[in-house]
Each structure stands twice: as C-alpha cells, then as structure tokens.
C-alpha cells in the first residue's frame, strides 16, 4: 500500500508501523523527578564518565540506543535507517553518539520537536517499505545547552519564573514492519512554521505554543477527531507557561483539551520539590518522556491512543542577538496500542 | 506501488519522481566564477541588502525557493514537505529564509552532504505517496560560516593550501511525482559516517573523502554498475585534496572514476583566477552547483545519467576544540533524465 494523504498536512500510515523497542538514558536530576522509574538508565554524573559534557550527552545517546536496540531485539547494526538530532551547534550530540553504528545516517535539526520529527520520519520510511527497521534518537544536556544558549554555568546567571530547564536525557525508539502487539504509528502530522513575533529566548514555552495549537488543531481537524478521541494529548515541552497558552487558545475555539492534556515539560520534573521554574525543555524531555514514561504506559494498558506532538524553537544565539523573533514548529505523532 | 530497496543500502524509487524546477542564488564571487551562466540570480552585495549576513543567507534560500517553485510551475505554499538545512548553528539559513512559507517544514543537518540528503528525503516522500510534491532547500554564506567555524573575517587569518572556500548560495528543487521530460531521481543511497580519525578542520576533503568513497562504492555494488554507466558521478565539495584521495582509493580498488567524475568544489571556482585553495565548500556549493549546471545541463542533454553524492563533515569548533575528529556523511542521488 501506497503513501496516502489525508486533509491538510496529515499522512496515513497504513501498514501502522510498530514501535517494537524504546529506551531512554537521563541524568540524575531527571532521575530523581516524578518519571524516576521509567528510565531505562539514570546517569549520577553530569560528564557520564566522559572529559566533557558533550562526551557525556553522546554517551547517553549511544545507551539509549543501545538500549532500545536490545528491547527490539535487533542488532544496533540492523536498522537500515537511523533519524538523529540534538540541540548542539552541528548536531554533534547524536553525530558523535551514533558514529559507529555502521547505520546510514540522516541528521534532523527540528530543535526540540526532533523526536516527533525523527519519529514521523522512521515510521513514514517503514511505512513506505523503505527500512524495514528504522530508529529515531534524540538528546539534549543541561549542561552543553546552557553553556551553548544562555550562560556559562559557574557565572550563576539569574532565570525568570518563565525559563524552562532542559532535561539531561537521551530518548530512541525503534521502528519496524512486524507484527504483534506494540505501540503504532497511525497517522503524522508534520508543521509549518510558525512565528508569533516572540524574542524572549527566556520564554520559549510562549514561542511554541502557537506552533503546537497549529499542528494539533490541523491533526484533529484533518482525521475528524476531538480531543476527547485521544486518551492523552501530550506536548513536547511548552511547560507551564506555553501549556496553559495552548490549553487557552483551544478554549477560544470553543475546544476544551485540558481534560486529555500533558506536556512532557511538566511532568519530567516536580516543580515543588526541583526548582525548574516552568518545567523542562530540550529534545531530550520529550524524548525521553516518550520513550519511557508514555510509550511504557501504552504497554500496560494506561493509554491505548495518544497524539505526541513535541514543539522546537528554531532560533540560534546569532538570530536572537540580531533581534529576530523566534520562529517554532511543531509535529504531531498519532500512536495507537495494537495488532499490526 | 511501495518501497524498494537493492542490495546493502540503496531504495529504488520506482515512480522516478520528477525534479521539475530547480534554481540557485548566489554570491559575488560565484557569479564571476566558471558557473557564472547556470546561476539564476547573482548577489553583487554580501549583504543582500539585509543587515546581517545570516540574513543575507535567508534571503539567498527565499530567493532559490521562490524562483525553483516559479520554475516548476507552483505556488510557493504547493509543496506539502520542505527538506531543508544549512551550516548555521541551529539551521537558521533555512529556518527564517522558509519560515513564511506555510509548507511543512522538515529540518535537516547534514552538514554539506545536506543538498544530497534533502533531495533523498524530498523523493522518497513523492515517490511513496506521501507528498506530490517536496522542496529541497540548501544554503552557505561564506561571511557566515567563517566567522562560526573559523574565525572573524576582519582578522585575516592564513589558510593552508588544503582549505577550501565556503559558498554563498542557495539551491533549491522540487520534486513532483508527475510525467513530462525532466531529470528524475530513480534511486538513492544514504550514507553511514564515516571517521577516518582525521582532526584537521582545514582539510575538511580528507576527512569527507571516506565518506564519498563508501556511499558511491556501496552505490555501484548495490545496482551491480560500473562508473562507466554514469555519465558523470560528482562530489559535493571534496575540493581537489579529496577528490584526489576519492580517485586514489577507487584506483586502489582496481575502478578507475577519473573519466567520469567531477565535485562541485571544483567546478564552482577557477582556481587559476580565484584564489580559493583546494576549492568550493558549503552546502551552498552542491546545491548552486546542482541545481543550476548540473541540471541544466541534463536538461540540455550535456549527460543523461548522473550520480550526486554530497559529503558532509558532522564536527563542531566545540568539538574540535575537544580533540574529536572529524566523522563525515555522503548521501548518493542517482538522477536520470527522462519520462516519467
């Protein structure tokens, strides 16, 4: 069977490819949140064991990897596929991580959205019947991220109330053409951009909304669906602040969405025992939500259908020092419990 | 009619899909070279009338997108999935250059294999159903990338004989799956990286020569063809210290590509006039090189089968600084002029 498209932007996966394995590597901070027992791996030291932070985030994508490769029971050389990105300058996160997997390799950058966008694009390839086995990785670090987009860490810079903290944590889901019982991919969504006009680089929560409401609504509207169809509607990390901008534009629309609404951001930390501000950010949230707590949560019977539409912001230090506004886009990624 | 794949790595794509417009703009410099006929537009100002050169970047990739989709004969906002990527920390060459598009936008970094990995994916997409139609968008600037990567323009550094010379341009092609007389992506092959321990950032075509050499052996042996059933296989941007060591390793082999192969590193400039080392660099060089000469020229009947396999170096300044080397990609795209 043929692609086939339906609506707007929507593309129907009909051979519904299987998540078969799924594994997420985080730090200890993130170990120590509400998520705790859904890590495969938590990581005590912030380097991994590695001379630099970058080494450590690279490490945790190869366990990530590594891990849900043997949860697929395949080889880590035995996707013909691998959809990888990070938030680092060059992708080096995921680039240095996967070097050595002998996999081709296709590098996204799609900022914090990338694991919606990796997945969307290893299930449309097996869908298609071009891998029949594909992964999506994603990371980020706090430690590499701040540094990169913000502050050096020794310098203490001050946050504000609405600056998200990002997740030290790598995600990586494998896709194959199989059958059995496993989390499916149905249907995707892939996003235009959007840009609201935002600059604060310490407010993405509120430059990504619009970008989530965007691709969620085109989602429903293009399947004919409410949110109520869907036992969860999660977001990759808007936190706090971005949530409840896209939980109030979905009422302006007459849509209530709070009762099936999460966002990865907020339910990675406990903002009353971590002091994470509006939540946490970084495609290593998402990432690692996904491909733990709610694809987990999928095999015990907890969701049977869920729309996973993780949200980037596509500026760079650069862009924003020269006073643009930040543009954002956001992916959506129907996934069913099921038979194949 | 669904995915195919032959041998090691390499998809069929069994509806040829179409590449029905294609454009480049790009810099000064580009324009007095060789090339200087195949370029759409040519900027005399580095600046392209913006206040930043990144800007400059952005607007050289709307102009590409604009004048490919005008050539292909649609409206900008027709393509159901832009493909695009740049050098620029967190692509945002392509990001603020395509953010008024309104097209699903699927960001890549592969560095300056990206020409490569963007048409790949674009093809795919048509030739599966997904899309009828798909952009591929790719950019350097050389003011941009200098300053990120190496140093500040107004210090004057020395460059060693083996640097090579970032591009300014933009190429862009879409791809429809459509019938009529055009050059058509009949399969590809995407690339494993490669890390052949070399750490040099000032010889990026040694380090992105293995790459080359294993996409475009893996290529040949997949489809069982000899270089001599291409009328012409091309590089990215080895520049002529790769291109040199690609030709050798192949010699080594016992294949000799020297009469059929050429890298858009070395077509873009004259070295004799202008002083640009070992050659073209940037994912603005494949992708001005391909989307204006090699097309046309296909178009024009100049050769009826080639083979373009962009190569892209996957290291940061971060990582270099930490002693990493150097892992490079090549992603193959064997286009062939025809019905479709």
Redesign the interface.
Known sequence: ?????LGA?T?VLQNRPAITGHACAVGKMEGEGPLRDSFDAVEQDARCGM??W??AESALVKKAFRLAAEKAGVRENNP??IFA?D??????GT??G??????????????CSTMA?SL??AA??V?????DTAAAVTSSHFCTAER?FRMPLDYGGQRPPTAQWTVTGSGAAIVRNTSGRHPRVTHV?????V?AGIKDANNMGAAMAPAAYDTIRCHLKDRNLSPRDFDLIVTGDLGSVGGGILVDWFRKDGTDISAVYADCGMLIFDPKRQDVHAGGSGCGCSASVLCGYLLNGMRQGRWKRILFAATGA??????SQ?G?SI?S?S?AVSIEMGEG
Do not use: F, W
């Open positions: 069977m043929g692609g086939k498209r932007r593309l001379k630099s970058e080494q013909q596929l990105g938030l680092l300058n060059q992708c080096i680039g240095y996967l070097r050595n997997t002998g996999v081709p390799h296709l590098g996204l950058y799609g900022a966008e969307l694009l449309v390839l869908d298609g019947g071009y891998a990169q969504t892939p996003g235009v951009i840009d596509l500026m760079s230090t650069t862009a020269q643009e543009p886009v992916h």
